[in-house]
């Protein structure tokens, strides 16, 4: 499942250029007996399957040994739900190890000794962990020094300050009769400044006003959005 992405990828090539440093293993490979099965009943029964602790723990314990100060984290829809804040608190880790579980879970007594950390990458379920390690990842990666290149920075990027971002235009100035805004091509720096600010502002407000409560805003803003509730 992670081939694809680490090919393809921003991070893929990251990964290449000793950026960031990937490691895959297989908790199958740890598994033992002829089945080499990782997943048994649950005690007390019940539908579902459960992940064996051994593989789990002998997987765990092959990359203990290149540990470092190391965190483990377990992707799973019961974890604290995963946001930039977050992707940013990581980004400052030397390792990370994301744990996939399938099944129903895994057995208790290694969330209990093993895990650090319990994310959620949203409020649905998945087939398996991969996907949110794969999130992850890539929302972590991308906050590491050298792997995005280029001068465009992460401060701009929605929820660095809390706020959506402005709308983007681009070439043609007019496209299928639709114009670009006018201050955008006015050379105004201070206007056009001014007008992404209230862009950002309007666009949180009417998408996702919960961001409101939390983000960065300076008296500008408070005064902009006191305009926009007077004035829509
Ligand atoms: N954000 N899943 C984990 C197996 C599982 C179930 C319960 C532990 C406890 C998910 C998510 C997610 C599906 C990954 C169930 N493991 N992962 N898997 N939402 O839905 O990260």
């Known amino acids: 499942m992670f081939s ?12 290449k250029n000793g950026i960031v440093r990937v490691n895959l293993i297989n908790i199958r490979d740890f598994a033992k007996g002829r089945h080499k099965s990782t997943d048994d009943r649950p005690y007390g029964g019940g539908d ?12 765990l314990q092959s990359v203990e040994k290149n540990r470092g100060q190391s965190l483990v984290i377990f992707l799973s ?3 604290e739900v995963f946001d930039q804040a977050t992707a940013w608190e990581l980004s400052n880790s030397d390792q990370i190890i994301l744990v996939c579980g399938r099944y129903e879970g895994v057995d208790e007594r290694i969330r ?4 650090d950390r319990e994310l959620s990458i949203g409020d649905y379920v998945l087939t398996g962990g991969e996907l949110g390690a794969m999130v992850v990842m890539d929302a972590v990666s991308r906050l590491v020094p ?17 706020l959506l971002e ?3 235009y681009t070439r043609p100035p007019v496209f299928q009769g639709s114009e670009v805004p006018a201050v955008l091509l006015s050379g105004d720096h201070e206007k056009i400044r001014l007008w992404r600010r209230v862009e950002s502002l309007k666009r949180t407000r ?6 409101l409560r939390t983000a960065e805003l300076t008296q500008e803003d408070e005064i902009v959005l006191a305009g926009l509730r007077e004035n829509p």
């Open 166 to 168: 402005n709308p983007q």
């Open 112 to 115: 209990e000794h093993w895990l």
């Open 206 to 211: 009417d998408r996702r006003p919960d961001l």
């Open 48 to 59: 579902g399957m459960v992940m064996k602790p051994g593989p789990l723990y002998r997987a």
């Open 146 to 162: 050298g792997v995005l290149g280029g001068k465009r920075s992460n401060a701009e990027d929605s929820f660095q300050d809390g």
């Open 77 to 79: 829809p019961q974890g």
């Open 4 to 15: 694809g992405y680490l090919q393809q990828g921003i991070v893929g090539r990251a990964a």
